[in-house]
């Protein structure tokens, strides 16, 4: 374990300004980080149950340590948990220890506790102070830095919510070694998107040296502060994403189709690993439109393979609806107004750009050519991803 000084990304919001710390070993620390900008503060902790039973007993020793008394409100692990059931139960909870408002609801765990807990921050007692401690990869580069909360609703994924932003985000990379390999290559996709956004000389550093940031140490740490760099630049240029910050949704417009496709089934695709599928189509399909080099999707797609990720449809395991069906998944997705599809393309690796009134014929024959019969067939030759643990 090294608990070398950790490195500090600040969001600048202004009076809502915050750090962003990255480093082995904070748990440790988070008391004293926390009472630090919190004089004073009482604390309730929402967590999941894997992420209990691992290092909750570590943030509550580290809490301890900075005088901060804490209440725990634990909860089943999974993408169901962000309910209107559940934030009920997290309010609840919050009230229940007799928080104030100047007291702080702290999230450990990935993504779906840090927007559950988040949203119920920013509504119990019209907002409370929030801290982010995320724990899965896709939470530290990604969903805990910006402030976007929320839960879904029966009619979609992120429906409800509010933006609330945490007062201090305390990403402790020595956590992740007990993430699932799945989720750790899922939070990757996110982690290498910001390459592809504007970084390019990131994501050729990513090409040289992700097998050490799998394995950790130092190159993790500086894997994801920069990615956090970059999420905060975006978040503090367009904090409520009516331009730039839609950037960040690089491979979600076809990642979310696949995943509606595959009706949210995470035995078969995850968020990151979507993403990554649609990373590596939104590059094919901008060397299609002669706006980039085929050669640069052949990159994305060789490094999404090299580290274990699916980069085409063909990966997904079992059957898939055909392409008109596809681009109906596309065509519901909420980044479509008024008929005009939008997407993220490029002109390259890092020059990603927002595309609006993307004509359908395109998609749909783009779509025919990288995903061809895959509804009459249970599995193509494409890569086998194994999903351990
Ligand atoms: N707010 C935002 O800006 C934003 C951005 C991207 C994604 N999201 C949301 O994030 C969610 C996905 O987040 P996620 O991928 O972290 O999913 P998740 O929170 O479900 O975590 C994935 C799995 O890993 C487990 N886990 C987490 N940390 C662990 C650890 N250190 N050790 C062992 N197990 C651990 C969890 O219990 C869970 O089973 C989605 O709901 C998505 O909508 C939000």
Same mark, same amino acid.
């Given at each position: 374990?090294?608990?070398?000084?950790?490195?500090?990304?600040?969001?600048?919001?202004?009076?809502?300004a915050?750090?962003?710390?990255?480093?082995?070993?904070?748990?440790?620390?988070?008391?004293?980080?926390?009472?630090?900008? !919190?004089?004073?503060?009482?604390?309730?902790?929402?967590?999941?149950?894997?992420?209990? @039973?691992?290092?909750?007993?570590?943030?509550?020793?580290?809490?301890?340590?900075?005088?901060?008394? $804490?209440?725990?409100?634990?909860?089943?692990?999974?993408?169901?948990?962000?309910?209107?059931?559940?934030?009920?139960?997290?309010?609840?909870?919050? !009230?229940?220890?007799?928080?104030?408002?100047?007291?702080?609801?702290?999230?450990?765990?990935?993504?779906?506790?840090?927007?559950?807990?988040g949203?119920?921050? =920013?509504?119990?007692?019209?907002?409370?102070?929030?801290? *982010?401690?995320p724990?899965?990869?896709?939470?530290?580069? +990604?969903? $805990?830095?910006?402030?976007?909360?929320?839960?879904?609703?029966?009619?979609?994924?992120?429906?409800?919510?509010v933006?609330?932003?945490?007062?201090?985000?305390?990403a402790?990379t020595?956590?992740?070694?007990?993430?699932?390999?799945?989720?750790?290559?899922?939070?990757?996709?996110?982690?290498?998107?910001?390459?592809?956004?504007?970084?390019?000389?990131?994501?050729?550093?990513?090409?040289?040296?992700?097998?050490?940031?799998?394995?950790?140490?130092?190159?993790?740490?500086? /894997?994801?502060?920069?990615?956090?760099? &970059?999420?905060?630049?975006?978040? /503090?240029?367009?904090?409520?994403?009516?331009?730039?910050?839609?950037? !960040?949704?690089?491979?979600?417009?076809?990642?979310? @189709?696949?995943?509606? &496709?595959?009706?949210?089934?995470?035995?078969?695709?995850?968020?990151?690993?979507?993403?990554?599928?649609?990373?590596?189509?939104?590059?094919?399909?901008?060397?299609?439109?002669?706006?980039?080099?085929?050669?640069?999707?052949?990159r994305?797609?060789?490094?999404?393979?090299?580290v =274990?990720?699916?980069?085409?449809?063909?990966?997904?395991?079992?059957?898939?609806?055909?392409?008109?069906?596809?681009?109906g998944?596309?065509? *519901? +997705?909420?980044?479509? $107004?008024r008929? /005009?599809?939008?997407?993220?393309?490029?002109r390259?690796?890092?020059?990603?750009?927002?595309?609006?009134?993307?004509? @359908?014929?395109?998609?749909?024959?783009?779509?025919?050519?990288?995903?061809?019969e895959? #509804?009459?067939? #249970?599995? #193509?030759?494409g890569?086998?991803? $194994?999903?351990p643990?």
């Amino acid at each position: 374990m090294s608990d070398a000084e950790p490195v500090k990304v600040e969001v600048g919001l202004g009076d809502r300004a915050y750090d962003i710390l990255i480093g082995s070993g904070l748990l440790a620390r988070s008391g004293e980080e926390i009472a630090r900008r !919190l004089p004073g503060t009482r604390a309730a902790i929402v967590t999941d149950e894997n992420v209990a @039973a691992a290092h909750l007993d570590a943030l509550k020793a580290g809490l301890d340590k900075g005088g901060i008394q $804490s209440a725990v409100i634990t909860l089943p692990a999974g993408e169901k948990t962000k309910s209107f059931a559940h934030l009920e139960e997290v309010v609840d909870g919050v !009230l229940a220890a007799k928080l104030e408002r100047r007291d702080v609801v702290i999230a450990l765990g990935g993504g779906v506790i840090g927007d559950l807990a988040g949203f119920a921050s =920013g509504i119990v007692r019209r907002g409370m102070n929030f801290v *982010q401690v995320p724990t899965s990869l896709l939470a530290q580069v +990604d969903s $805990s830095v910006g402030g976007k909360t929320g839960i879904n609703s029966t009619r979609g994924k992120n429906l409800v919510g509010v933006f609330h932003q945490p007062k201090l985000v305390l990403a402790d990379t020595q956590v992740l070694d007990t993430l699932p390999i799945r989720e750790f290559r899922a939070g990757y996709a996110e982690l290498a998107k910001y390459g592809l956004i504007d970084r390019p000389a990131f994501f050729a550093w990513l090409e040289q040296n992700w097998g050490q940031v799998f394995a950790g140490g130092p190159a993790r740490v500086d /894997a994801i502060a920069e990615a956090c760099r &970059a999420k905060a630049d975006v978040v /503090a240029r367009d904090e409520f994403e009516t331009g730039d910050r839609a950037l !960040l949704n690089l491979g979600h417009t076809f990642g979310h @189709a696949l995943e509606a &496709a595959t009706r949210y089934d995470g035995a078969r695709l995850v968020h990151g690993e979507g993403v990554a599928i649609g990373m590596a189509l939104a590059h094919r399909f901008s060397a299609r439109l002669n706006l980039a080099s085929p050669d640069d999707a052949s990159r994305v797609e060789a490094h999404l393979r090299a580290v =274990g990720l699916p980069w085409r449809t063909a990966d997904i395991p079992g059957e898939l609806p055909d392409a008109e069906a596809l681009l109906g998944f596309i065509t *519901q +997705d909420k980044k479509v $107004s008024r008929g /005009a599809l939008t997407f993220i393309l490029t002109r390259g690796i890092g020059q990603a750009f927002i595309a609006k009134d993307v004509p @359908a014929s395109e998609v749909l024959s783009f779509l025919k050519t990288s995903h061809p019969e895959r #509804s009459k067939r #249970s599995r #193509s030759g494409g890569l086998k991803v $194994s999903h351990p643990r």
